[in-house]
């Protein structure tokens, strides 16, 4: 039952029917919807449609149609988790709206929970906050893992306060790694766990048998779930690209503001317009409070009033935001590398994803702790809404919802230029290249059905030119390019050859490539391959690559170029094909 008053209540129900009213909206114009592409629509949605088509769910190390019958192995974010699963099992862009809608029941449940144990009083706090954090934009295969995290806190919080005896349902952690990812979330929540663990027995002088009974219950779990990333570490041990990473600065201030003021890209916990503002007047004006008071007095103070939570999780987020950004810092990463190489290409500055739920735990905490100061609760009121708001309207990477609410009622009919809207604030609505496209206009499944029919495809192997790769592996091409940040480091290198006529050339891109090699692309200086743009590209260019390995090599057989490739005797024209409501015109060249 909720503890609050009738007016209460009924601003709540309001509140809640116009979020779901929000987040449903691309559950009725379909395809229509726009999804973001970069690090998205680019490379995971095309795998799960390759991993669909071909039954590769349940496979281990099998050859897939993609970068030259790569194994099922490398592809390990398509994992045995649920959200892999439902992408497996469904259509793939049904999939991406059932696993968001999962993740946002996660995230709100689990938070909602974690805020009710730690004794959060209002209630219209604890479920505003708990919605904001449910719908803030995630990268969409780590939204479900990202969302669950206060599970875990929850179920540590339980088994710490079991003093004695064997605490049984510790073991069903073993299922919570089926709705979490080892490399997004879980070698970071284990290490934090573990270290706890220690922690508190040597505080308590007692070893906490249930939580390192949990701690290798949760191991057993991911090592299940993730056997592909398990099974390479210790198995295979083939070199991948991600050894080679060379991606920083030398800049850690710089990182760490990022982490701490807004969150990553991937993540952002968008903090920084009004939590953190909040959050530092509120200590100062509490500090001011005391100033003539004496320390031991303040510090009694501190603890009864719960600020001293809120200082401990304030202290725990610039810690962890600080671990972070000396990843970003190239010599501590080299020389962390050189002295423990099996950290050589993996993230392990990706402690900050722990700060996304800390900032909302912190955030409920202090605008209770305002209420009851204040007497009027009103003002957090205000306060948690302006930041469900920002969270919802802000157009963001991975905030589709605002994007598509704004493509369709405002961009398609035109208000947006009879109201005056900038063109600069629509483009960064847009996001990416600043062109409005959709789940159907970036895969465009009819044109590539169209091509297939026409060509009798039978399997062979294709490269794209000036576009994702992806957009094949959707339509059920068997590539060799694509985009993927766990490749063998043989294949990455061997790609690198094929491109080398046009390194030499295009000496950025050789450094871009060289230095990641996540994009194995068909490059070309002063072509834009990286974000679809609806115009469609007029100029003809040149294709610079070996065409002795493109063929020999690679076994390619079509290249279907978006621009039009200037004469190549080593090429044939055999179609161009395009519809009336296509970003795309594709030029089918036949490799000879």
């Not at 701690?215 to 690209?241: D, R, S, T, W």
């Not at 530092?280 to 719960?306: C, G, P, Q």
């Not at 950025?508 to 194995?520: C, K, T």
């Amino acid at each position: 039952m909720l503890r609050l008053n009738k007016n209460s209540k009924y601003l709540l129900y309001f509140i809640l029917l116009l979020v779901i009213v929000f987040i449903l909206f691309p559950v009725f114009i379909g395809e229509n919807s726009l999804l973001w592409i970069h690090d998205n629509l680019d490379s995971n949605a095309g795998w799960a449609k390759m991993f669909k088509d071909n039954n590769l769910f349940f496979t281990l190390n099998t050859p897939t149609p993609s970068f030259g019958n790569l194994s099922s192995l490398y592809f390990m974010q398509i994992n045995y988790s649920l959200y892999s699963a439902i992408f497996c099992f469904l259509p793939t862009f049904t999939a991406y709206l059932v696993n968001y809608y999962i993740a946002v029941t996660i995230g709100f449940i689990s938070m909602f929970l974690l805020l009710k144990k730690i004794r959060v009083e209002d209630d219209f706090i604890i479920i505003i906050v708990s919605v904001t954090f449910a719908v803030l934009p995630k990268f969409y295969w780590a939204a479900m893992p990202i969302s669950s995290m206060p599970i875990l806190i929850i179920a540590f919080l339980n088994i710490v306060s079991k003093n004695t005896g064997f605490y049984p349902k510790s073991l069903l952690l073993i299922f919570f790694p089926l709705i979490s990812s080892f490399t997004f979330v879980g070698i970071f929540a284990l290490s934090i766990w573990l270290i706890a663990s220690v922690i508190i027995s040597i505080h308590s002088k007692k070893i906490k048998l249930n939580l390192f009974i949990a701690f290798f219950v949760l191991c057993i779990g991911y090592i299940f779930v993730e056997l592909k990333l398990f099974y390479h570490a210790l198995i295979v041990k083939e070199p991948l690209n991600r050894s080679i990473f060379s991606l920083g600065s030398n800049n850690v201030w710089s990182w760490f503001k990022t982490y701490f003021w807004n969150g990553y890209y991937h993540f952002p916990s968008l903090q920084r317009k009004l939590i953190i503002p909040v959050l530092f007047l509120f200590l100062f004006l509490y500090s001011l409070t005391f100033l003539k008071t004496k320390f031991e007095v303040l510090f009694e103070d501190i603890k009864k009033r719960n600020i001293f939570i809120i200082i401990f999780l304030l202290s725990i987020i610039i810690l962890l935001s600080f671990i972070a950004s000396l990843y970003d810092s190239i010599p501590i990463k080299s020389f962390l590398n050189s002295i423990l190489p099996a950290l050589s290409g993996f993230n392990w500055g990706r402690f900050w994803v722990l700060n996304i739920p800390l900032w909302y735990i912190l955030f409920a905490v202090l605008i209770s702790q305002i209420n009851i100061l204040l007497g009027k609760k009103w003002i957090g009121y205000i306060i948690v809404l302006l930041q469900l708001t920002y969270v919802l309207v802000t157009p963001i990477p991975y905030n589709d919802n605002i994007r598509t609410w704004y493509n369709e009622l405002l961009h398609k009919t035109r208000i947006d230029k009879k109201i005056g809207i900038d063109k600069t604030i629509s483009k960064k609505i847009a996001g990416g290249s600043g062109d409005f496209i959709s789940f159907d206009d970036f895969f465009d499944t009819k044109l590539f059905e169209k091509i297939k029919e026409d060509i009798k495809y039978k399997g062979e192997k294709v490269v794209a030119f000036g576009y994702h790769p992806s957009v094949l592996m959707y339509n059920g091409f068997y590539t060799i390019d694509g985009y993927s940040s766990i490749i063998p480091l043989s294949y990455m290198r061997k790609f690198g050859k094929l491109l080398e006529p046009e390194f030499q050339v295009n000496p950025e891109a050789r450094e871009y490539y060289d230095s990641w090699g996540g994009r194995m692309y068909l490059y070309h200086d002063g072509f834009d391959f990286y974000e679809p743009k609806l115009e469609k590209p007029t100029v003809d260019v040149p294709l610079r690559v070996d065409m002795n390995m493109l063929k020999k090599d690679f076994n390619v057989q079509y290249v279907l170029s978006r621009v039009k490739i200037l004469a190549n005797d080593r090429m044939q024209l055999i179609g161009s094909y395009t519809h009336d409501n296509s970003i795309y015109t594709i030029y089918v060249y036949k490799v000879l």
